[in-house]
């Protein structure tokens, strides 16, 4: 990924990225699904055939008042057709009735010609036809059945449709996190399939909060084929989504390689036989351990924090406190340390705070050397005073295209526009939801007020939340 996709603006998708985030965080429950039909000898019939018209009317009849176990009998059998007239057929069978049974009869009605390329111009075209006409569930039935095909095929007609025309368009990321909030509650191994292929869209390269959606969703899953997709995809992946992988990885495993693509696929190799999964947690993140700097790792870090964003904006407390046991003088430190640390092609800024919150630099800079030492400088002449504007210091912080941010703070909010700690975390939580920034904590020698603050804060968007003493 290069370093301009990296820091490509994110495509705010606030109208349908709330269900994934849902989904991701509360674990994903699997709903009934229906077993592929047994492989039958394709009917060599047309549309006009005595066969098929005498199917067609009774789908017709079935798809105005049949029953759920009529629907999916119907839906096996028109399998056997490759015809357009088959398809619409299937849609109206079994695509436009919220029975999960039925609509997993069709997805298996449909994927028996995935791999056919004119059966699959064809669903594309009835996947543009069911947008149009505001049914994104069918539509998102239909590109799960071409998204689900094994990894490593050429781009298909609906890969190249949704990298190309539907791109600049909302229908198509309208679509994609469609396929992936379903995917992730339907929670198969077939569901994984769909996952990775939209890990291949250009979309998960270059817009970060569908990137973080679909890895969330894998996650959610939490089977080994997901960890599976998970290890697949870790070496192409940037930012923020790489933390979600590596600790996931490392909750399921008991190990952790960091960003090590390949000692991950190596473990795995080895022990993927024996490698029982824990079970499924319904508050994912899992505990906040494997979150930080694998022992060995080269991978930049921040009090232990992995610095894995692509752009990222550190928040200082400078208030009087922090003048307590050196307090800021150790933080100025460790700053300018991750400073130095991170990659060229990262983007970066700093925010310091007190009774007010400045900016270092009005934007994200990319963080080179001569950015490095100016930032350094900036951190050397930091000087505690004041009083703790931590709501001040987030609004700033998050009004700049990040996606992470890291808090440090020896104190609860004490001025501000807002300085009440339950409705920051309200507010920071309401705006983050289609956005999916991490927000790290750091609280350093925190009672137990400040603790809780940090905590919630950091558990209710994306992050880790690290105790430090004096």
């Known amino acids: 990924m290069t370093g301009s996709m990296r820091r490509g603006r994110h495509r705010t998708l606030a109208c349908v990225a709330p269900a994934v985030v849902a989904v991701a965080l509360a674990g994903a429950m699997a709903c009934p699904r229906a077993a592929a039909a047994p492989a039958k000898e ?46 619409e057929l299937v849609e109206k069978v079994g695509l436009s ?27 594309v075209d ?3 036809r069911e947008l149009r006409g505001g049914n994104v569930e069918a539509a998102a039935d239909m590109a799960a059945v071409l998204l689900g095909t094994e990894p490593g095929l050429a781009p298909g007609p609906l890969q190249e449709w949704l990298d190309g025309e539907a791109a600049g368009a909302a229908g198509g990321p309208r679509l994609c996190w469609a396929v992936a909030t379903a995917a992730a509650a339907r929670g198969g191994a077939d569901d994984v399939a769909v996952l990775a292929g939209l890990a291949r869209l250009k979309l998960f390269t270059t817009d ?21 997709a998970l290890v697949a995809i870790l070496a192409g992946l ?6 979600d992988v590596v600790a996931y990885l490392a909750h399921v495993t008991g190990v952790n390689f960091g960003t090590d ?60 406190s922090m003048e307590e046991n050196g307090r800021l003088d150790t933080a100025k430190r460790e700053l300018e340390s991750a400073l130095f640390t991170l990659p060229a092609d990262a983007a970066f800024t700093i925010v310091a705070y007190a009774d007010t919150a400045v900016a270092w630099e009005s934007r994200l800079v990319t963080a080179d050397d001569e950015a490095k030492k100016r930032a350094a400088a900036f951190v050397r002449g930091l000087r505690p005073r004041g009083q703790t504007a931590t709501g001040d210091a987030l609004a700033l912080a998050f009004s700049f295209d990040t996606e992470a941010v ?65």
Request: aromatic share 8%; charged share 25%.
């Open 208 to 228: 970060f909060p569908f990137r973080r959606g679909v890895v969330r969703a894998l996650i959610a899953i939490h089977r080994i084929e997901g960890v599976e």
């Open 126 to 128: 009835n996947i543009v």
């Open 406 to 470: 890291y808090l440090l703070s020896d104190g609860r909010p004490t001025t501000g526009r807002v300085s009440e700690p339950a409705q920051i975390v309200r507010l920071v939580a309401d705006a983050n939801k289609s956005r999916r920034v991490s927000l790290h904590t750091i609280g350093i020698a925190p009672d137990p007020g400040l603790a809780e603050f940090l905590a919630v804060l950091a558990r209710a968007n994306f992050g880790l939340f690290r105790r430090v003493d004096d």
């Open 97 to 123: 009735t919220k029975e999960s049974a039925v609509r997993g009869a069709a997805r298996a009605a449909l994927a028996v010609h995935r791999d056919d390329t004119a059966f699959a111009g064809r669903l």
């Open 261 to 320: 693509a390949a000692g991950w696929r190596k473990w795995l190799e080895e022990h993927r036989d024996g490698l029982v999964m824990p079970a499924a947690r319904p508050d994912y993140p899992p505990p906040t351990t494997p979150l930080l700097a694998a022992a060995d790792s080269a991978d930049p870090a921040y009090y232990g924090i992995p610095l894995y964003a692509d752009r990222v904006v550190f928040v200082v407390d400078t208030s009087g």
């Open 238 to 243: 940037g930012g923020e989504a790489r933390a």
């Open 42 to 87: 394709r009917v060599p019939s047309t549309d006009s055939s005595p066969a098929f018209k005498a199917l067609k009317k009774q789908a017709l009849t079935v798809a105005r008042s049949g029953a759920p176990a009529l629907r999916q009998e119907i839906l096996a059998r028109l399998a056997a057709y490759d015809t357009a007239e088959a398809i």
